[in-house]
Structure formats: structure tokens, C-alpha cells
């Protein structure tokens, strides 16, 4: 209602609108930038971000908000298609940081546009949450990055430990990678970490992004016959489309997907072919240990996404409330201050209870969320948990 209309109604009116008008000014609104895939391959990954980044901002408004200096802020998580490309992000970056004068970037997707977003984001002060797997992007040199999810990092070392124990007999794998900072970033991880396990990889190849016919791939890999198959870090659409392939040859080996999220996008274009694959980034939502408001938020995203949610997802509701942690305990919404305390801090983390940073070891500062790397697998067309481990 306008001001100048308050003429006309009583003083008693007019004085309950005026408390109303100060009740909303008292809270503020927080930009929370996310430069995320919402089209291509990586899409899926992208929408559910920003379904989960605007779902925990909506329960802390409902909460009552931020608290900071006096002042009741919230959030608004505003998305741009990075096309999951350095040049989209390059454009991203731009529009975030310059037009919309975002301070705050509540979750990026996709290592080569993360490092164009970053490559600003450092400059001007800007406060960078990220899933990218990256370990280039972070360290003493990026004190405003933190990542939001495990990367190759964490959950390499504890799967491929973990598919080795099961199948002990393998002894040789093939690993492919999109041609990305992203899978190059990976590729180097997994294979060292698979040569380490003691498994011999033949060959560790990478395609373009936007490829389509996975046939001629598959048959090279199948003409290795390696014990073991790593489709590291491709999106759910490209790694069923492998997988489906590789069956119609008659491969029919072990299956792993580090960044593997989960079982409908794999199925999609995979069919059968995706039985008894790992994965390092899914999440079940079925059991005792899930809780009522996992099961809620996850059954809201898949009537809007068509899948349930995995950890790069999660990562993007998991930043909201370090946000608010390190906020309220920096009493400040400056960027650096916020930053400041955020490795000191405690969060409440989707995945129940509450969790901080660490990783300093890893990367020289502390960073990393420390979150629980979950592995899964396929099993009889299900998604099935295999075992949790939790951060160190």
C-alpha cells in the first residue's frame, strides 16, 4: 500500500500499516549467485541445485531469518545457465558480479567455469561456494573459496579402497573422462589413486562434451578387456549411454562413477545396462536413517526434477546454512569478514546433524566440508547403499 493512501484511514490504521512497513524494512534481502548447468548433459545436476539452494533459504526465512548488527536478512538464490564451459562462465561471472552486484556466490558448478567466476570473485571480494572438483582452485591463495561437497579428493580414495575389497580378482581398468578442467582434474586423481590400489590402467581417455554416439567409444574400451570401467566424472545422460553400449559388445565387467548421482538419469539412457554400478555422489532416500525431512525435501525435488537428489545438490543447501552460521557469528554480511570465521564454524547439514570445514592437510587451509562419502550401487534396477564413511 502506498504511503500517500494512509491519509484516509485512521490513525489507529494508519499505525499498524506504518509498524508493518518497518517490520519489512528490518529484513533484507542477500543475493546468493549460483553459476550452475541448466541446459546440456549437466542440467539435471544445475536445476536441483537451485531447487535446494532456494528450498534451505525458504526455511530460514520461515525460521526467522539471519540475525545480524539489529537486522533480520534472508536470501535469494538467482541462477545462471554456465552451459558448464569456461566461456559461458566467463559470461556468468560478469552478469553476476557486475548486474545483479551479487556478494555471495551460493554454489558454482563445473571446474572451468568456476575458475572464470573465481578469477573475479577473488578480485572483488566476493565470497565463491563450490562443487567443483578442482584442486587448483583452492588453498591459501583463494581465502574467499570454500567447496560445498567431497571431491575426487575425498571420495577416491575411500571407493576405489572400497571396490577393490570387492572384487579383489580385478586387476586392470580403462577410465574415461569428459575433455574438461573437470574430468582432466579427476582423471589425474582416480588413476593415480587406482595404480596406488594396485590396478593397472590401459588406457585413460576423455571425450568432448555434447558427444552423442558413444558407440565407437565403447568398442575401443571393450577391445582392452579391462577388469574394471571409471567413468570418473560424466554426467548421468553420457555414462548410461557408455554402459549401454559397452553391453550390446558384451562387456560386462566392473562398473564405477566417482560423481555417479544417482540411478534415474543413469537409467534413463542406459536401461539395464546400469546394473551393479558404483557410485561416489548418490544418495538413497529409502530406510530407517532417513529422516521425515529428507524424505519431504527429496520427494518435493522429484516432482520437479524427476529424480531424487544427489550431493551436488545437497552442496547447494548445505552453503545456505554456513552462510548463516558464519554470518551470525561474524555479526557482518561483509564478504571477508564472513569468510573470516567461516572455517571456524558449525552448520546444519542435510544430511542430518551438523558438520564444519577442515581439509588443510589436503590443500593448505581449511576449505573442504567435511561431509560423509557415501558410496552406492545398483542392485536389482534400486538404489542401494553400500557403506558411509564418514569425514576425517
Known sequence: MHLSKLGVLSLGAAMSISGFVIAAQA??????????????AGAIWGKGSEFMCKRAAKEIADAGGVKVGGKIYNYECIGYDNKYNAAEGTRVAQTLLN??????????????????????????????FTT???KTIKGPKFPLTFTQMNTAHEVAPAMIKFVRKQHPNAQTIVLLNPNDATGQETEAT???VWTENGVKVLSSDFYERGTTEFQPIAARIASLKPDIVDLASMPPADAGAVFRELKVIGWNGVKVIEVGTGIDGLKATGGDAIEDVYMGAAVTFDGPSVTAHQK????????????????????????VYALKAAMEKAQSVDPKEVAKVMSSVKFRTFYGGEV????????????????????????NGKLVERTRIPAN
Request: glycine share 14%; net charge negative.
Open 99 to 128: 548486474r545483479e552486484g551479487v556478494k555471495f556466490i551460493g554454489g558454482s558448478l563445473g571446474t572451468a567455469p568456476v575458475q572464470a567466476l573465481q578469477s573475479m570473485s577473488e578480485r572483488q571480494g566476493v565470497l565463491l
Open 296 to 319: 519431504e525435501v527429496n520427494d518435493e525435488a522429484r516432482a520437479v526434477l524427476g529424480e531424487s537428489l544427489n550431493t551436488i545438490q545437497i552442496g547447494f543447501y548445505d552453503s
Open 132 to 134: 567443483a572438483w578442482g
Open 190 to 192: 582416480t588413476k593415480r
Open 356 to 379: 564444519g570445514f577442515g581439509g588443510a592437510e589436503s590443500y593448505g587451509s581449511p576449505q573442504q566440508m567435511l561431509l560423509p562419502v557415501i558410496i552406492t550401487q545398483v542392485e
Open 27 to 40: 529484513q533484507e534481502a542477500i543475493k546468493l549467485g549460483l553459476s550452475i548447468p541448466l541446459s546440456g
